[in-house]
């Protein structure tokens, strides 16, 4: 029987489980190679051979076309590598620049539902969503997951490919549809509460961060496997397709508990239709909305995973941007419960005023009164004055909300005020303590401040 010896290659290039098994299924067809075990981690793979030992030349040769590259000892990271880090930190921040701009753009004041609404315009709104709060959030973890699922058909058709995506987003369907059922059925107003809310998005957003960290290479996240365990992933990819297809349509399916401000509007006009089969439509609706949009996330992510000379790029740009989404979705969050965010870097201190001051409101029959405006933009003026132990009357007149800017939530008062387009909404309150507190939309993505000092 012929001896049997045992080599490690160092290989670059190799940054998945799906490219993990690409390696070792082209170097089983390598003539004398009776075994292979890649590791993405430690960029090696480690070869059992019989008779003469492959070489490097020839390696490299054979996955000349693939864009891995073989060596006898651990390539260092050179100035191409640099560039090419350099040149998807750029890519990212162009996306990051645009994804703001859209957000600051105030498209989502050209659409607006309420009970009234045909429902075709949920099915617009819902594209709304997909380019904007679910881009962020639904498609931040479509982003972070898909080198997780990549590796359930590393060797297979582009339809295999992208069925992981597109059964998340048959999930996503169905859950939306039955929800709004329910919703509709049940005939009354749910709404989350800001702390779970904030337990939900912060718990998502940890996970995104380190899926995004592991995507950028990171040794201490690749070591958490948070992908999934090998010989799982070679036995799905070895044809038990049915537990691949599970896990992205559940995952789908339990977006449903992903709060954002566009999401919670269609919930609440399926809520108030008091109709099950009007509620699953108007939610159901909503979802093929946001399909576009988050289906382009997941196939071009698949796309470009395939591509070996593309992967390492599209994996730290994508990586980049997830960082981003956690981020961005986390400080949303301080900023609904009122907590110290990334917002407060600009505001610096809270002045010490006095009643007299002349950025103070007047005082009508005991009352001050603040009057303010909010659009889809944000709020004008979005940093405001009052005096403390004295009664408070808030005007707000929407001039154009869509999304999560119709309503607003502060730890000022209890409760949210809810705005209407054209109508103007009117809270009072009274502010026992000097200090400066934050008042935010649903979603904590657009955020003010109420300065009260001592009178």
Avoid at 18 to 34: H, N, P, Q, S
């Amino acid at each position: 029987m012929p001896e049997t010896r045992e080599h490690v290659y160092f290989v670059q290039g190799m940054h998945c489980a799906a490219c993990e098994l690409t390696v070792e299924r082209r170097l089983l067809e390598v003539e004398g190679i009776i075994a292979t075990d890649a590791s993405t981690r430690k960029g090696q793979v480690l070869v059992e051979y019989e008779g003469k030992r492959p070489s490097v030349v020839a390696l490299n040769r054979l996955f000349a076309q693939d864009g891995y590259v073989f060596c006898e000892c651990p390539l260092e990271t050179g100035a191409g590598e640099r560039k090419d880090l350099l040149i998807a930190v750029a890519i990212a921040l162009l996306v990051i620049a645009g994804f703001v701009a859209l957000e600051k753009s105030g498209l989502s004041a050209l659409l607006n539902v309420n009970a009234a609404t045909s429902w075709p315009a949920f099915f617009l709104f819902g594209l709304l969503a997909g380019i904007s709060s679910c881009a962020a959030f639904t498609g931040g973890l479509i982003l972070s997951l898909s080198k997780q699922w990549a590796q359930t058909s590393s060797s297979e058709g582009a339809l295999a490919r992208f069925e992981p995506h597109i059964l998340f987003n048959v999930g996503r369907l169905a859950s939306y549809g039955l929800l709004g059922a329910l919703l509709g059925a049940l005939g009354s107003k749910l709404q989350l509460s800001p702390v779970f809310s904030f337990a939900i998005v912060v718990g998502v957003s940890f996970l995104m961060g380190a899926l995004g960290l592991q995507m950028l290479g990171v040794k201490a996240f690749q070591r958490l496997s948070i992908s999934m365990p090998k010989n799982l992933t070679r036995y799905i990819a070895q044809g038990a397709r049915s537990s691949g297809r599970l896990v992205p349509l559940i995952v789908g399916a339990l977006t449903i508990f992903l709060p954002c401000g566009f999401t919670i509007t269609a919930q609440s006009v399926a809520l108030l239709s008091a109709n099950a089969l009007t509620g699953g439509l108007i939610l159901f609706l909503f979802a093929l909305g946001t399909a576009p949009g988050l289906l382009a996330i997941g196939l071009s992510s698949a796309t470009l995973l395939r591509n070996p000379r593309l992967s390492t790029q599209f994996s730290r740009v994508a990586g980049l941007v997830v960082l981003f989404f956690a981020l961005s979705n986390v400080n949303a969050q301080l900023n609904a419960v009122g907590l110290p965010s990334l917002n407060d870097i600009h505001l610096g201190k809270p002045g010490i005023a006095s009643a007299v001051a002349d950025d103070l409101p007047p005082i009508v029959q005991g009352k001050q009164i603040l009057s303010m405006e909010a659009s889809a933009f944000g709020y004008q003026p979005k940093h405001l004055k009052v005096r403390a132990g004295i009664p408070v009357r808030w005007e707000i007149k929407d001039v154009g909300t869509s999304g999560c800017t119709n309503a607003i939530i502060s730890e000022l008062f209890e409760g949210q005020i809810d705005l209407t387009p054209g109508k103007t909404a009117v809270r009072e309150f009274i502010p026992r303590r000097p200090g400066r507190f934050k008042f935010s939309c649903w979603m904590g993505m657009v955020t003010g401040t109420i300065e009260v000092v001592s009178s």
